[in-house]
């Protein structure tokens, strides 16, 4: 089998392939997050190229992906049909859930946007203008538009690229791809479409609901995934009572980013 090692936020994923096409097409997607450090979690991917097959005298239907996940091992083992290299990023989105959520971390579904030297998170459902957000900020180097990992160091919060990118990543060009990088994180915006810019502060509390819908897979109710989802919610209560949150209503123009320049004032 051939591998490679994806790298975010810390982390290291260490991928085992036995299709070595298929490895190729993923190794230079995440290539910016290709690295040789000490895996934390292992995925063994098996790639096959029917979608049926005759086992004593039976003929077996697959699905498109299936497998499973051994959290306190580290390790997951799929099967994922070769024409289906888009479900690989729901893996990587999966195993860094698991892995972030042991290690104290969090995997939010935001846009991560590094402005004068801070990070600023763009979170909210699918469709809320995300990718949009990503698309039209110029000015800003953008660690991705989906998925970003978050973390404590030191005192602070750190925001990290993952390569785990949307819809702005798979339709743009190499120059946009998702960036290795992070920052301190300085705000969270919790983002709705508007006719008006205006931003308003964010109760903890609220804050709190809000970044859970969007940093929770549902992986079932055993004893260790509930633990793993208490961890979770720990950490998201601490980001949410140190980072500054708000409500940002934006037009698809990039005038809201003078009603964010105005909060530094």
């Not at 979608?51 to 699905?63: P, Q």
């Not at 459902?125 to 990718?131: A, E, R, W």
């Not at 290795?180 to 994180?185: D, I, P, Q, R, Y």
């Not at 979770?232 to 037009?251: G, Q």
Request: hydrophobic share 35%; aromatic share 12%.
């Amino acid at each position: 089998m051939d591998f490679f090692k994806i790298e975010a936020g810390g982390f290291v994923i260490l991928v085992n392939c036995n299709n070595k096409t298929f490895l190729e097409h993923q190794r230079r997607e995440y290539k910016k997050f290709i690295c040789d450090g000490q895996p934390d979690f292992t995925i063994e991917l098996s790639v096959f190229d029917n979608f049926m097959t005759v086992e004593d005298e039976l003929i077996v239907f697959h699905g498109d992906l299936y497998g499973d996940i051994n959290v306190s091992k580290g390790i997951g083992r799929f099967n994922i049909h070769k024409n289906h290299r888009n479900l690989f990023k729901f893996i990587m989105q999966t195993c860094f859930f698991m892995l972030c959520t042991q290690r104290g971390a969090l995997l939010i579904h935001s846009a991560g946007l590094i402005h004068r030297g801070k990070a600023y998170l763009f979170t909210g459902p699918s469709n809320t203008g995300k990718s949009t957000i990503a698309g039209i900020s110029k000015h800003c180097k953008v660690m991705s538009d989906e998925h970003i990992v978050v973390k404590k160091v030191g005192e602070k919060y750190m925001a990290y690229g993952t390569g785990i990118g949307g819809d702005f990543f798979n339709y743009g060009n190499e120059s946009v791809k998702p960036s290795n990088s992070s920052a301190v994180l300085d705000k969270i915006f919790f983002i709705h479409q508007s006719k008006n810019n205006k931003i308003k502060p964010k109760k903890a509390s609220d804050a709190l609901k809000a970044i859970l819908e969007e940093s929770f897979i549902n992986p079932g109710y055993s004893p260790e995934m509930n633990e793993m989802l208490l961890k979770n919610l720990n950490t998201a209560r601490d980001i949410v009572n140190n980072v500054k949150c708000y409500d940002l209503f934006f037009t698809k123009g990039t005038d809201f980013w003078e009603e964010i320049d105005k909060l530094e004032v």
